[in-house]
């Protein structure tokens, strides 16, 4: 009985887990159809909600919005856009701030969470995986003797959240393992763990 209820489980806890974050999303990006005239909603259209509909409106909206800053007018737009909210004071240090973050973790060119790294945390008997994020900046780059490097450590199970460590290069080892198995390996809290790779002369 034991055995055959631990297999359900197995079965059915990330089944209901996927669902419900999926769930969660659609529920969320289901919330743009607010900005739709009241008119024009499903519920008034054909007398009931479409649930999925605002994922897909949301979805094109993105899109659009890409597309659009894409091109030369819309680019002009976009940096005028920009210049109207740096003016606003509490706005403009928040904009700024969300902007450059996930300008930094989105864009194609940039550095963030593009190596995984073993390193000594939280002493130096113990070890754990880390993102390289760039290297220290600003006035604290004078005050580091030597070569450093920005690493953030998820905790687990939740990657969101985590710890900000600047060390010496030559205390991490860089991976040969890729952005995506090393979050999986973390959120798994170990159990899954990435596929063993020969280690090179």
Do not use: C
Request: hydrophobic share 45%.
């Amino acid at each position: 009985m034991r055995k055959y209820f631990i297999t359900g489980l197995l079965v059915l806890v990330p089944l209901a887990i996927t669902l419900w974050v999926l769930n969660l999303v659609i529920s969320t990006m289901d919330q743009s159809l607010l900005l739709v005239p009241e008119r024009w909603q499903p519920h008034t259209l054909f007398g009931r909600e479409i649930p999925g509909l605002g994922t897909i409106l949301t979805i094109a909206i993105v899109f659009l919005t890409g597309l659009l800053a894409n091109n030369l007018v819309g680019n002009y737009l976009v940096r005028l856009w920009e210049r109207l909210l740096h003016r606003i004071p509490v706005v403009s240090s928040l904009y700024g701030s969300v902007k450059q973050v996930s300008d930094t973790l989105f864009s194609s060119s940039g550095n963030a969470f593009r190596k995984a790294v073993l390193l000594p945390y939280p002493h130096a008997d113990s070890w754990t995986i880390g993102f390289l994020t760039g290297v220290p900046g600003g006035d604290v780059k004078n005050h580091l003797v030597g070569d450093f490097v920005s690493v953030y450590v998820p905790t687990t199970p939740n990657p969101t959240s985590g710890f900000f460590l600047m060390m010496e290069r030559s205390k991490v080892v860089e991976l040969d393992m890729t952005v995506d198995a090393a979050l999986k390996y973390i959120v798994s809290m170990g159990v899954v763990a990435p596929e063993h790779l020969p280690t090179k002369e």
